[in-house]
């Protein structure tokens, strides 16, 4: 009995300091939102908890495994995915948590959505097309749009299979969402900065 009590104060307290961890997180992103300053690329602070954030979760990892839900509740382990989804300077460390990831999807105790994010992530970074149709970015219209998707007549099928809905669904939701936010003035400017960043952080 004292050992199960153990266990779920363990688990208890890794899931609370991944909240805690996800909420710092999105703190800092709104407040860099609300002066505008976080649209104006990688923002040093923006980067430093990302960072941060990163280097825990690794460790967490190195002793626990992936936090996947039957370790750190379901929010726990969406704090977890999150932080590995915003650690976008860091490409080692996201290739490691995609199979971890994956792992757990094919194990039931994440949701399929979650690896399929980050797939889509590292493909764009990596400068391939995405599977899945959820990562999105400003086009030459001025709207949010889906980047390049590999065989896009079928992503709704690969979509539905996770459980996401369909892309024109998303597409609508992010263009909502992203209403107020300031449309980059030159985008080739920041797509040539972007294709520099990824160089220099080791994604190309």
Request: charged share 25%; aromatic share 6%; hydrophobic share 40%.
């Amino acid at each position: 009995m004292r050992h199960s009590s153990k266990v779920r104060s363990m688990k208890q307290a890794l899931r609370e300091t991944l909240i805690a961890m996800a909420r710092r997180d999105l703190q800092v992103r709104q407040d860099l939102a609300s002066d505008g300053s976080l649209f104006e690329g990688y923002h040093p602070q923006m980067q430093a908890v990302h960072e941060t954030n990163a280097a825990a979760l690794a460790s967490i990892i190195d002793d626990h495994g992936w936090p996947a839900s039957d370790v750190a509740g379901d929010d726990g382990a969406e704090a977890a995915w999150l932080i590995v989804q915003h650690a976008i300077g860091l490409p080692a460390f996201q290739r490691r948590c995609l199979m971890l990831l994956q792992a757990a999807a094919e194990a039931v105790t994440v949701p399929a959505w979650q690896p399929a994010m980050l797939l889509d992530r590292i493909c764009i970074y990596e400068g391939k097309p995405q599977v899945y149709g959820t990562s999105f970015d400003w086009d030459e219209h001025g709207e949010m749009s889906p980047r390049p998707i590999d065989d896009p007549d079928k992503v709704d099928d690969r979509r539905a299979a996770i459980g996401l809905g369909s892309l024109a669904e998303a597409t609508e939701r992010q263009r909502k969402q992203t209403a107020e936010e300031p449309r980059p003035i030159n985008l080739t400017t920041r797509q040539h900065e972007f294709e520099e960043w990824a160089k220099r952080v080791g994604w190309r």
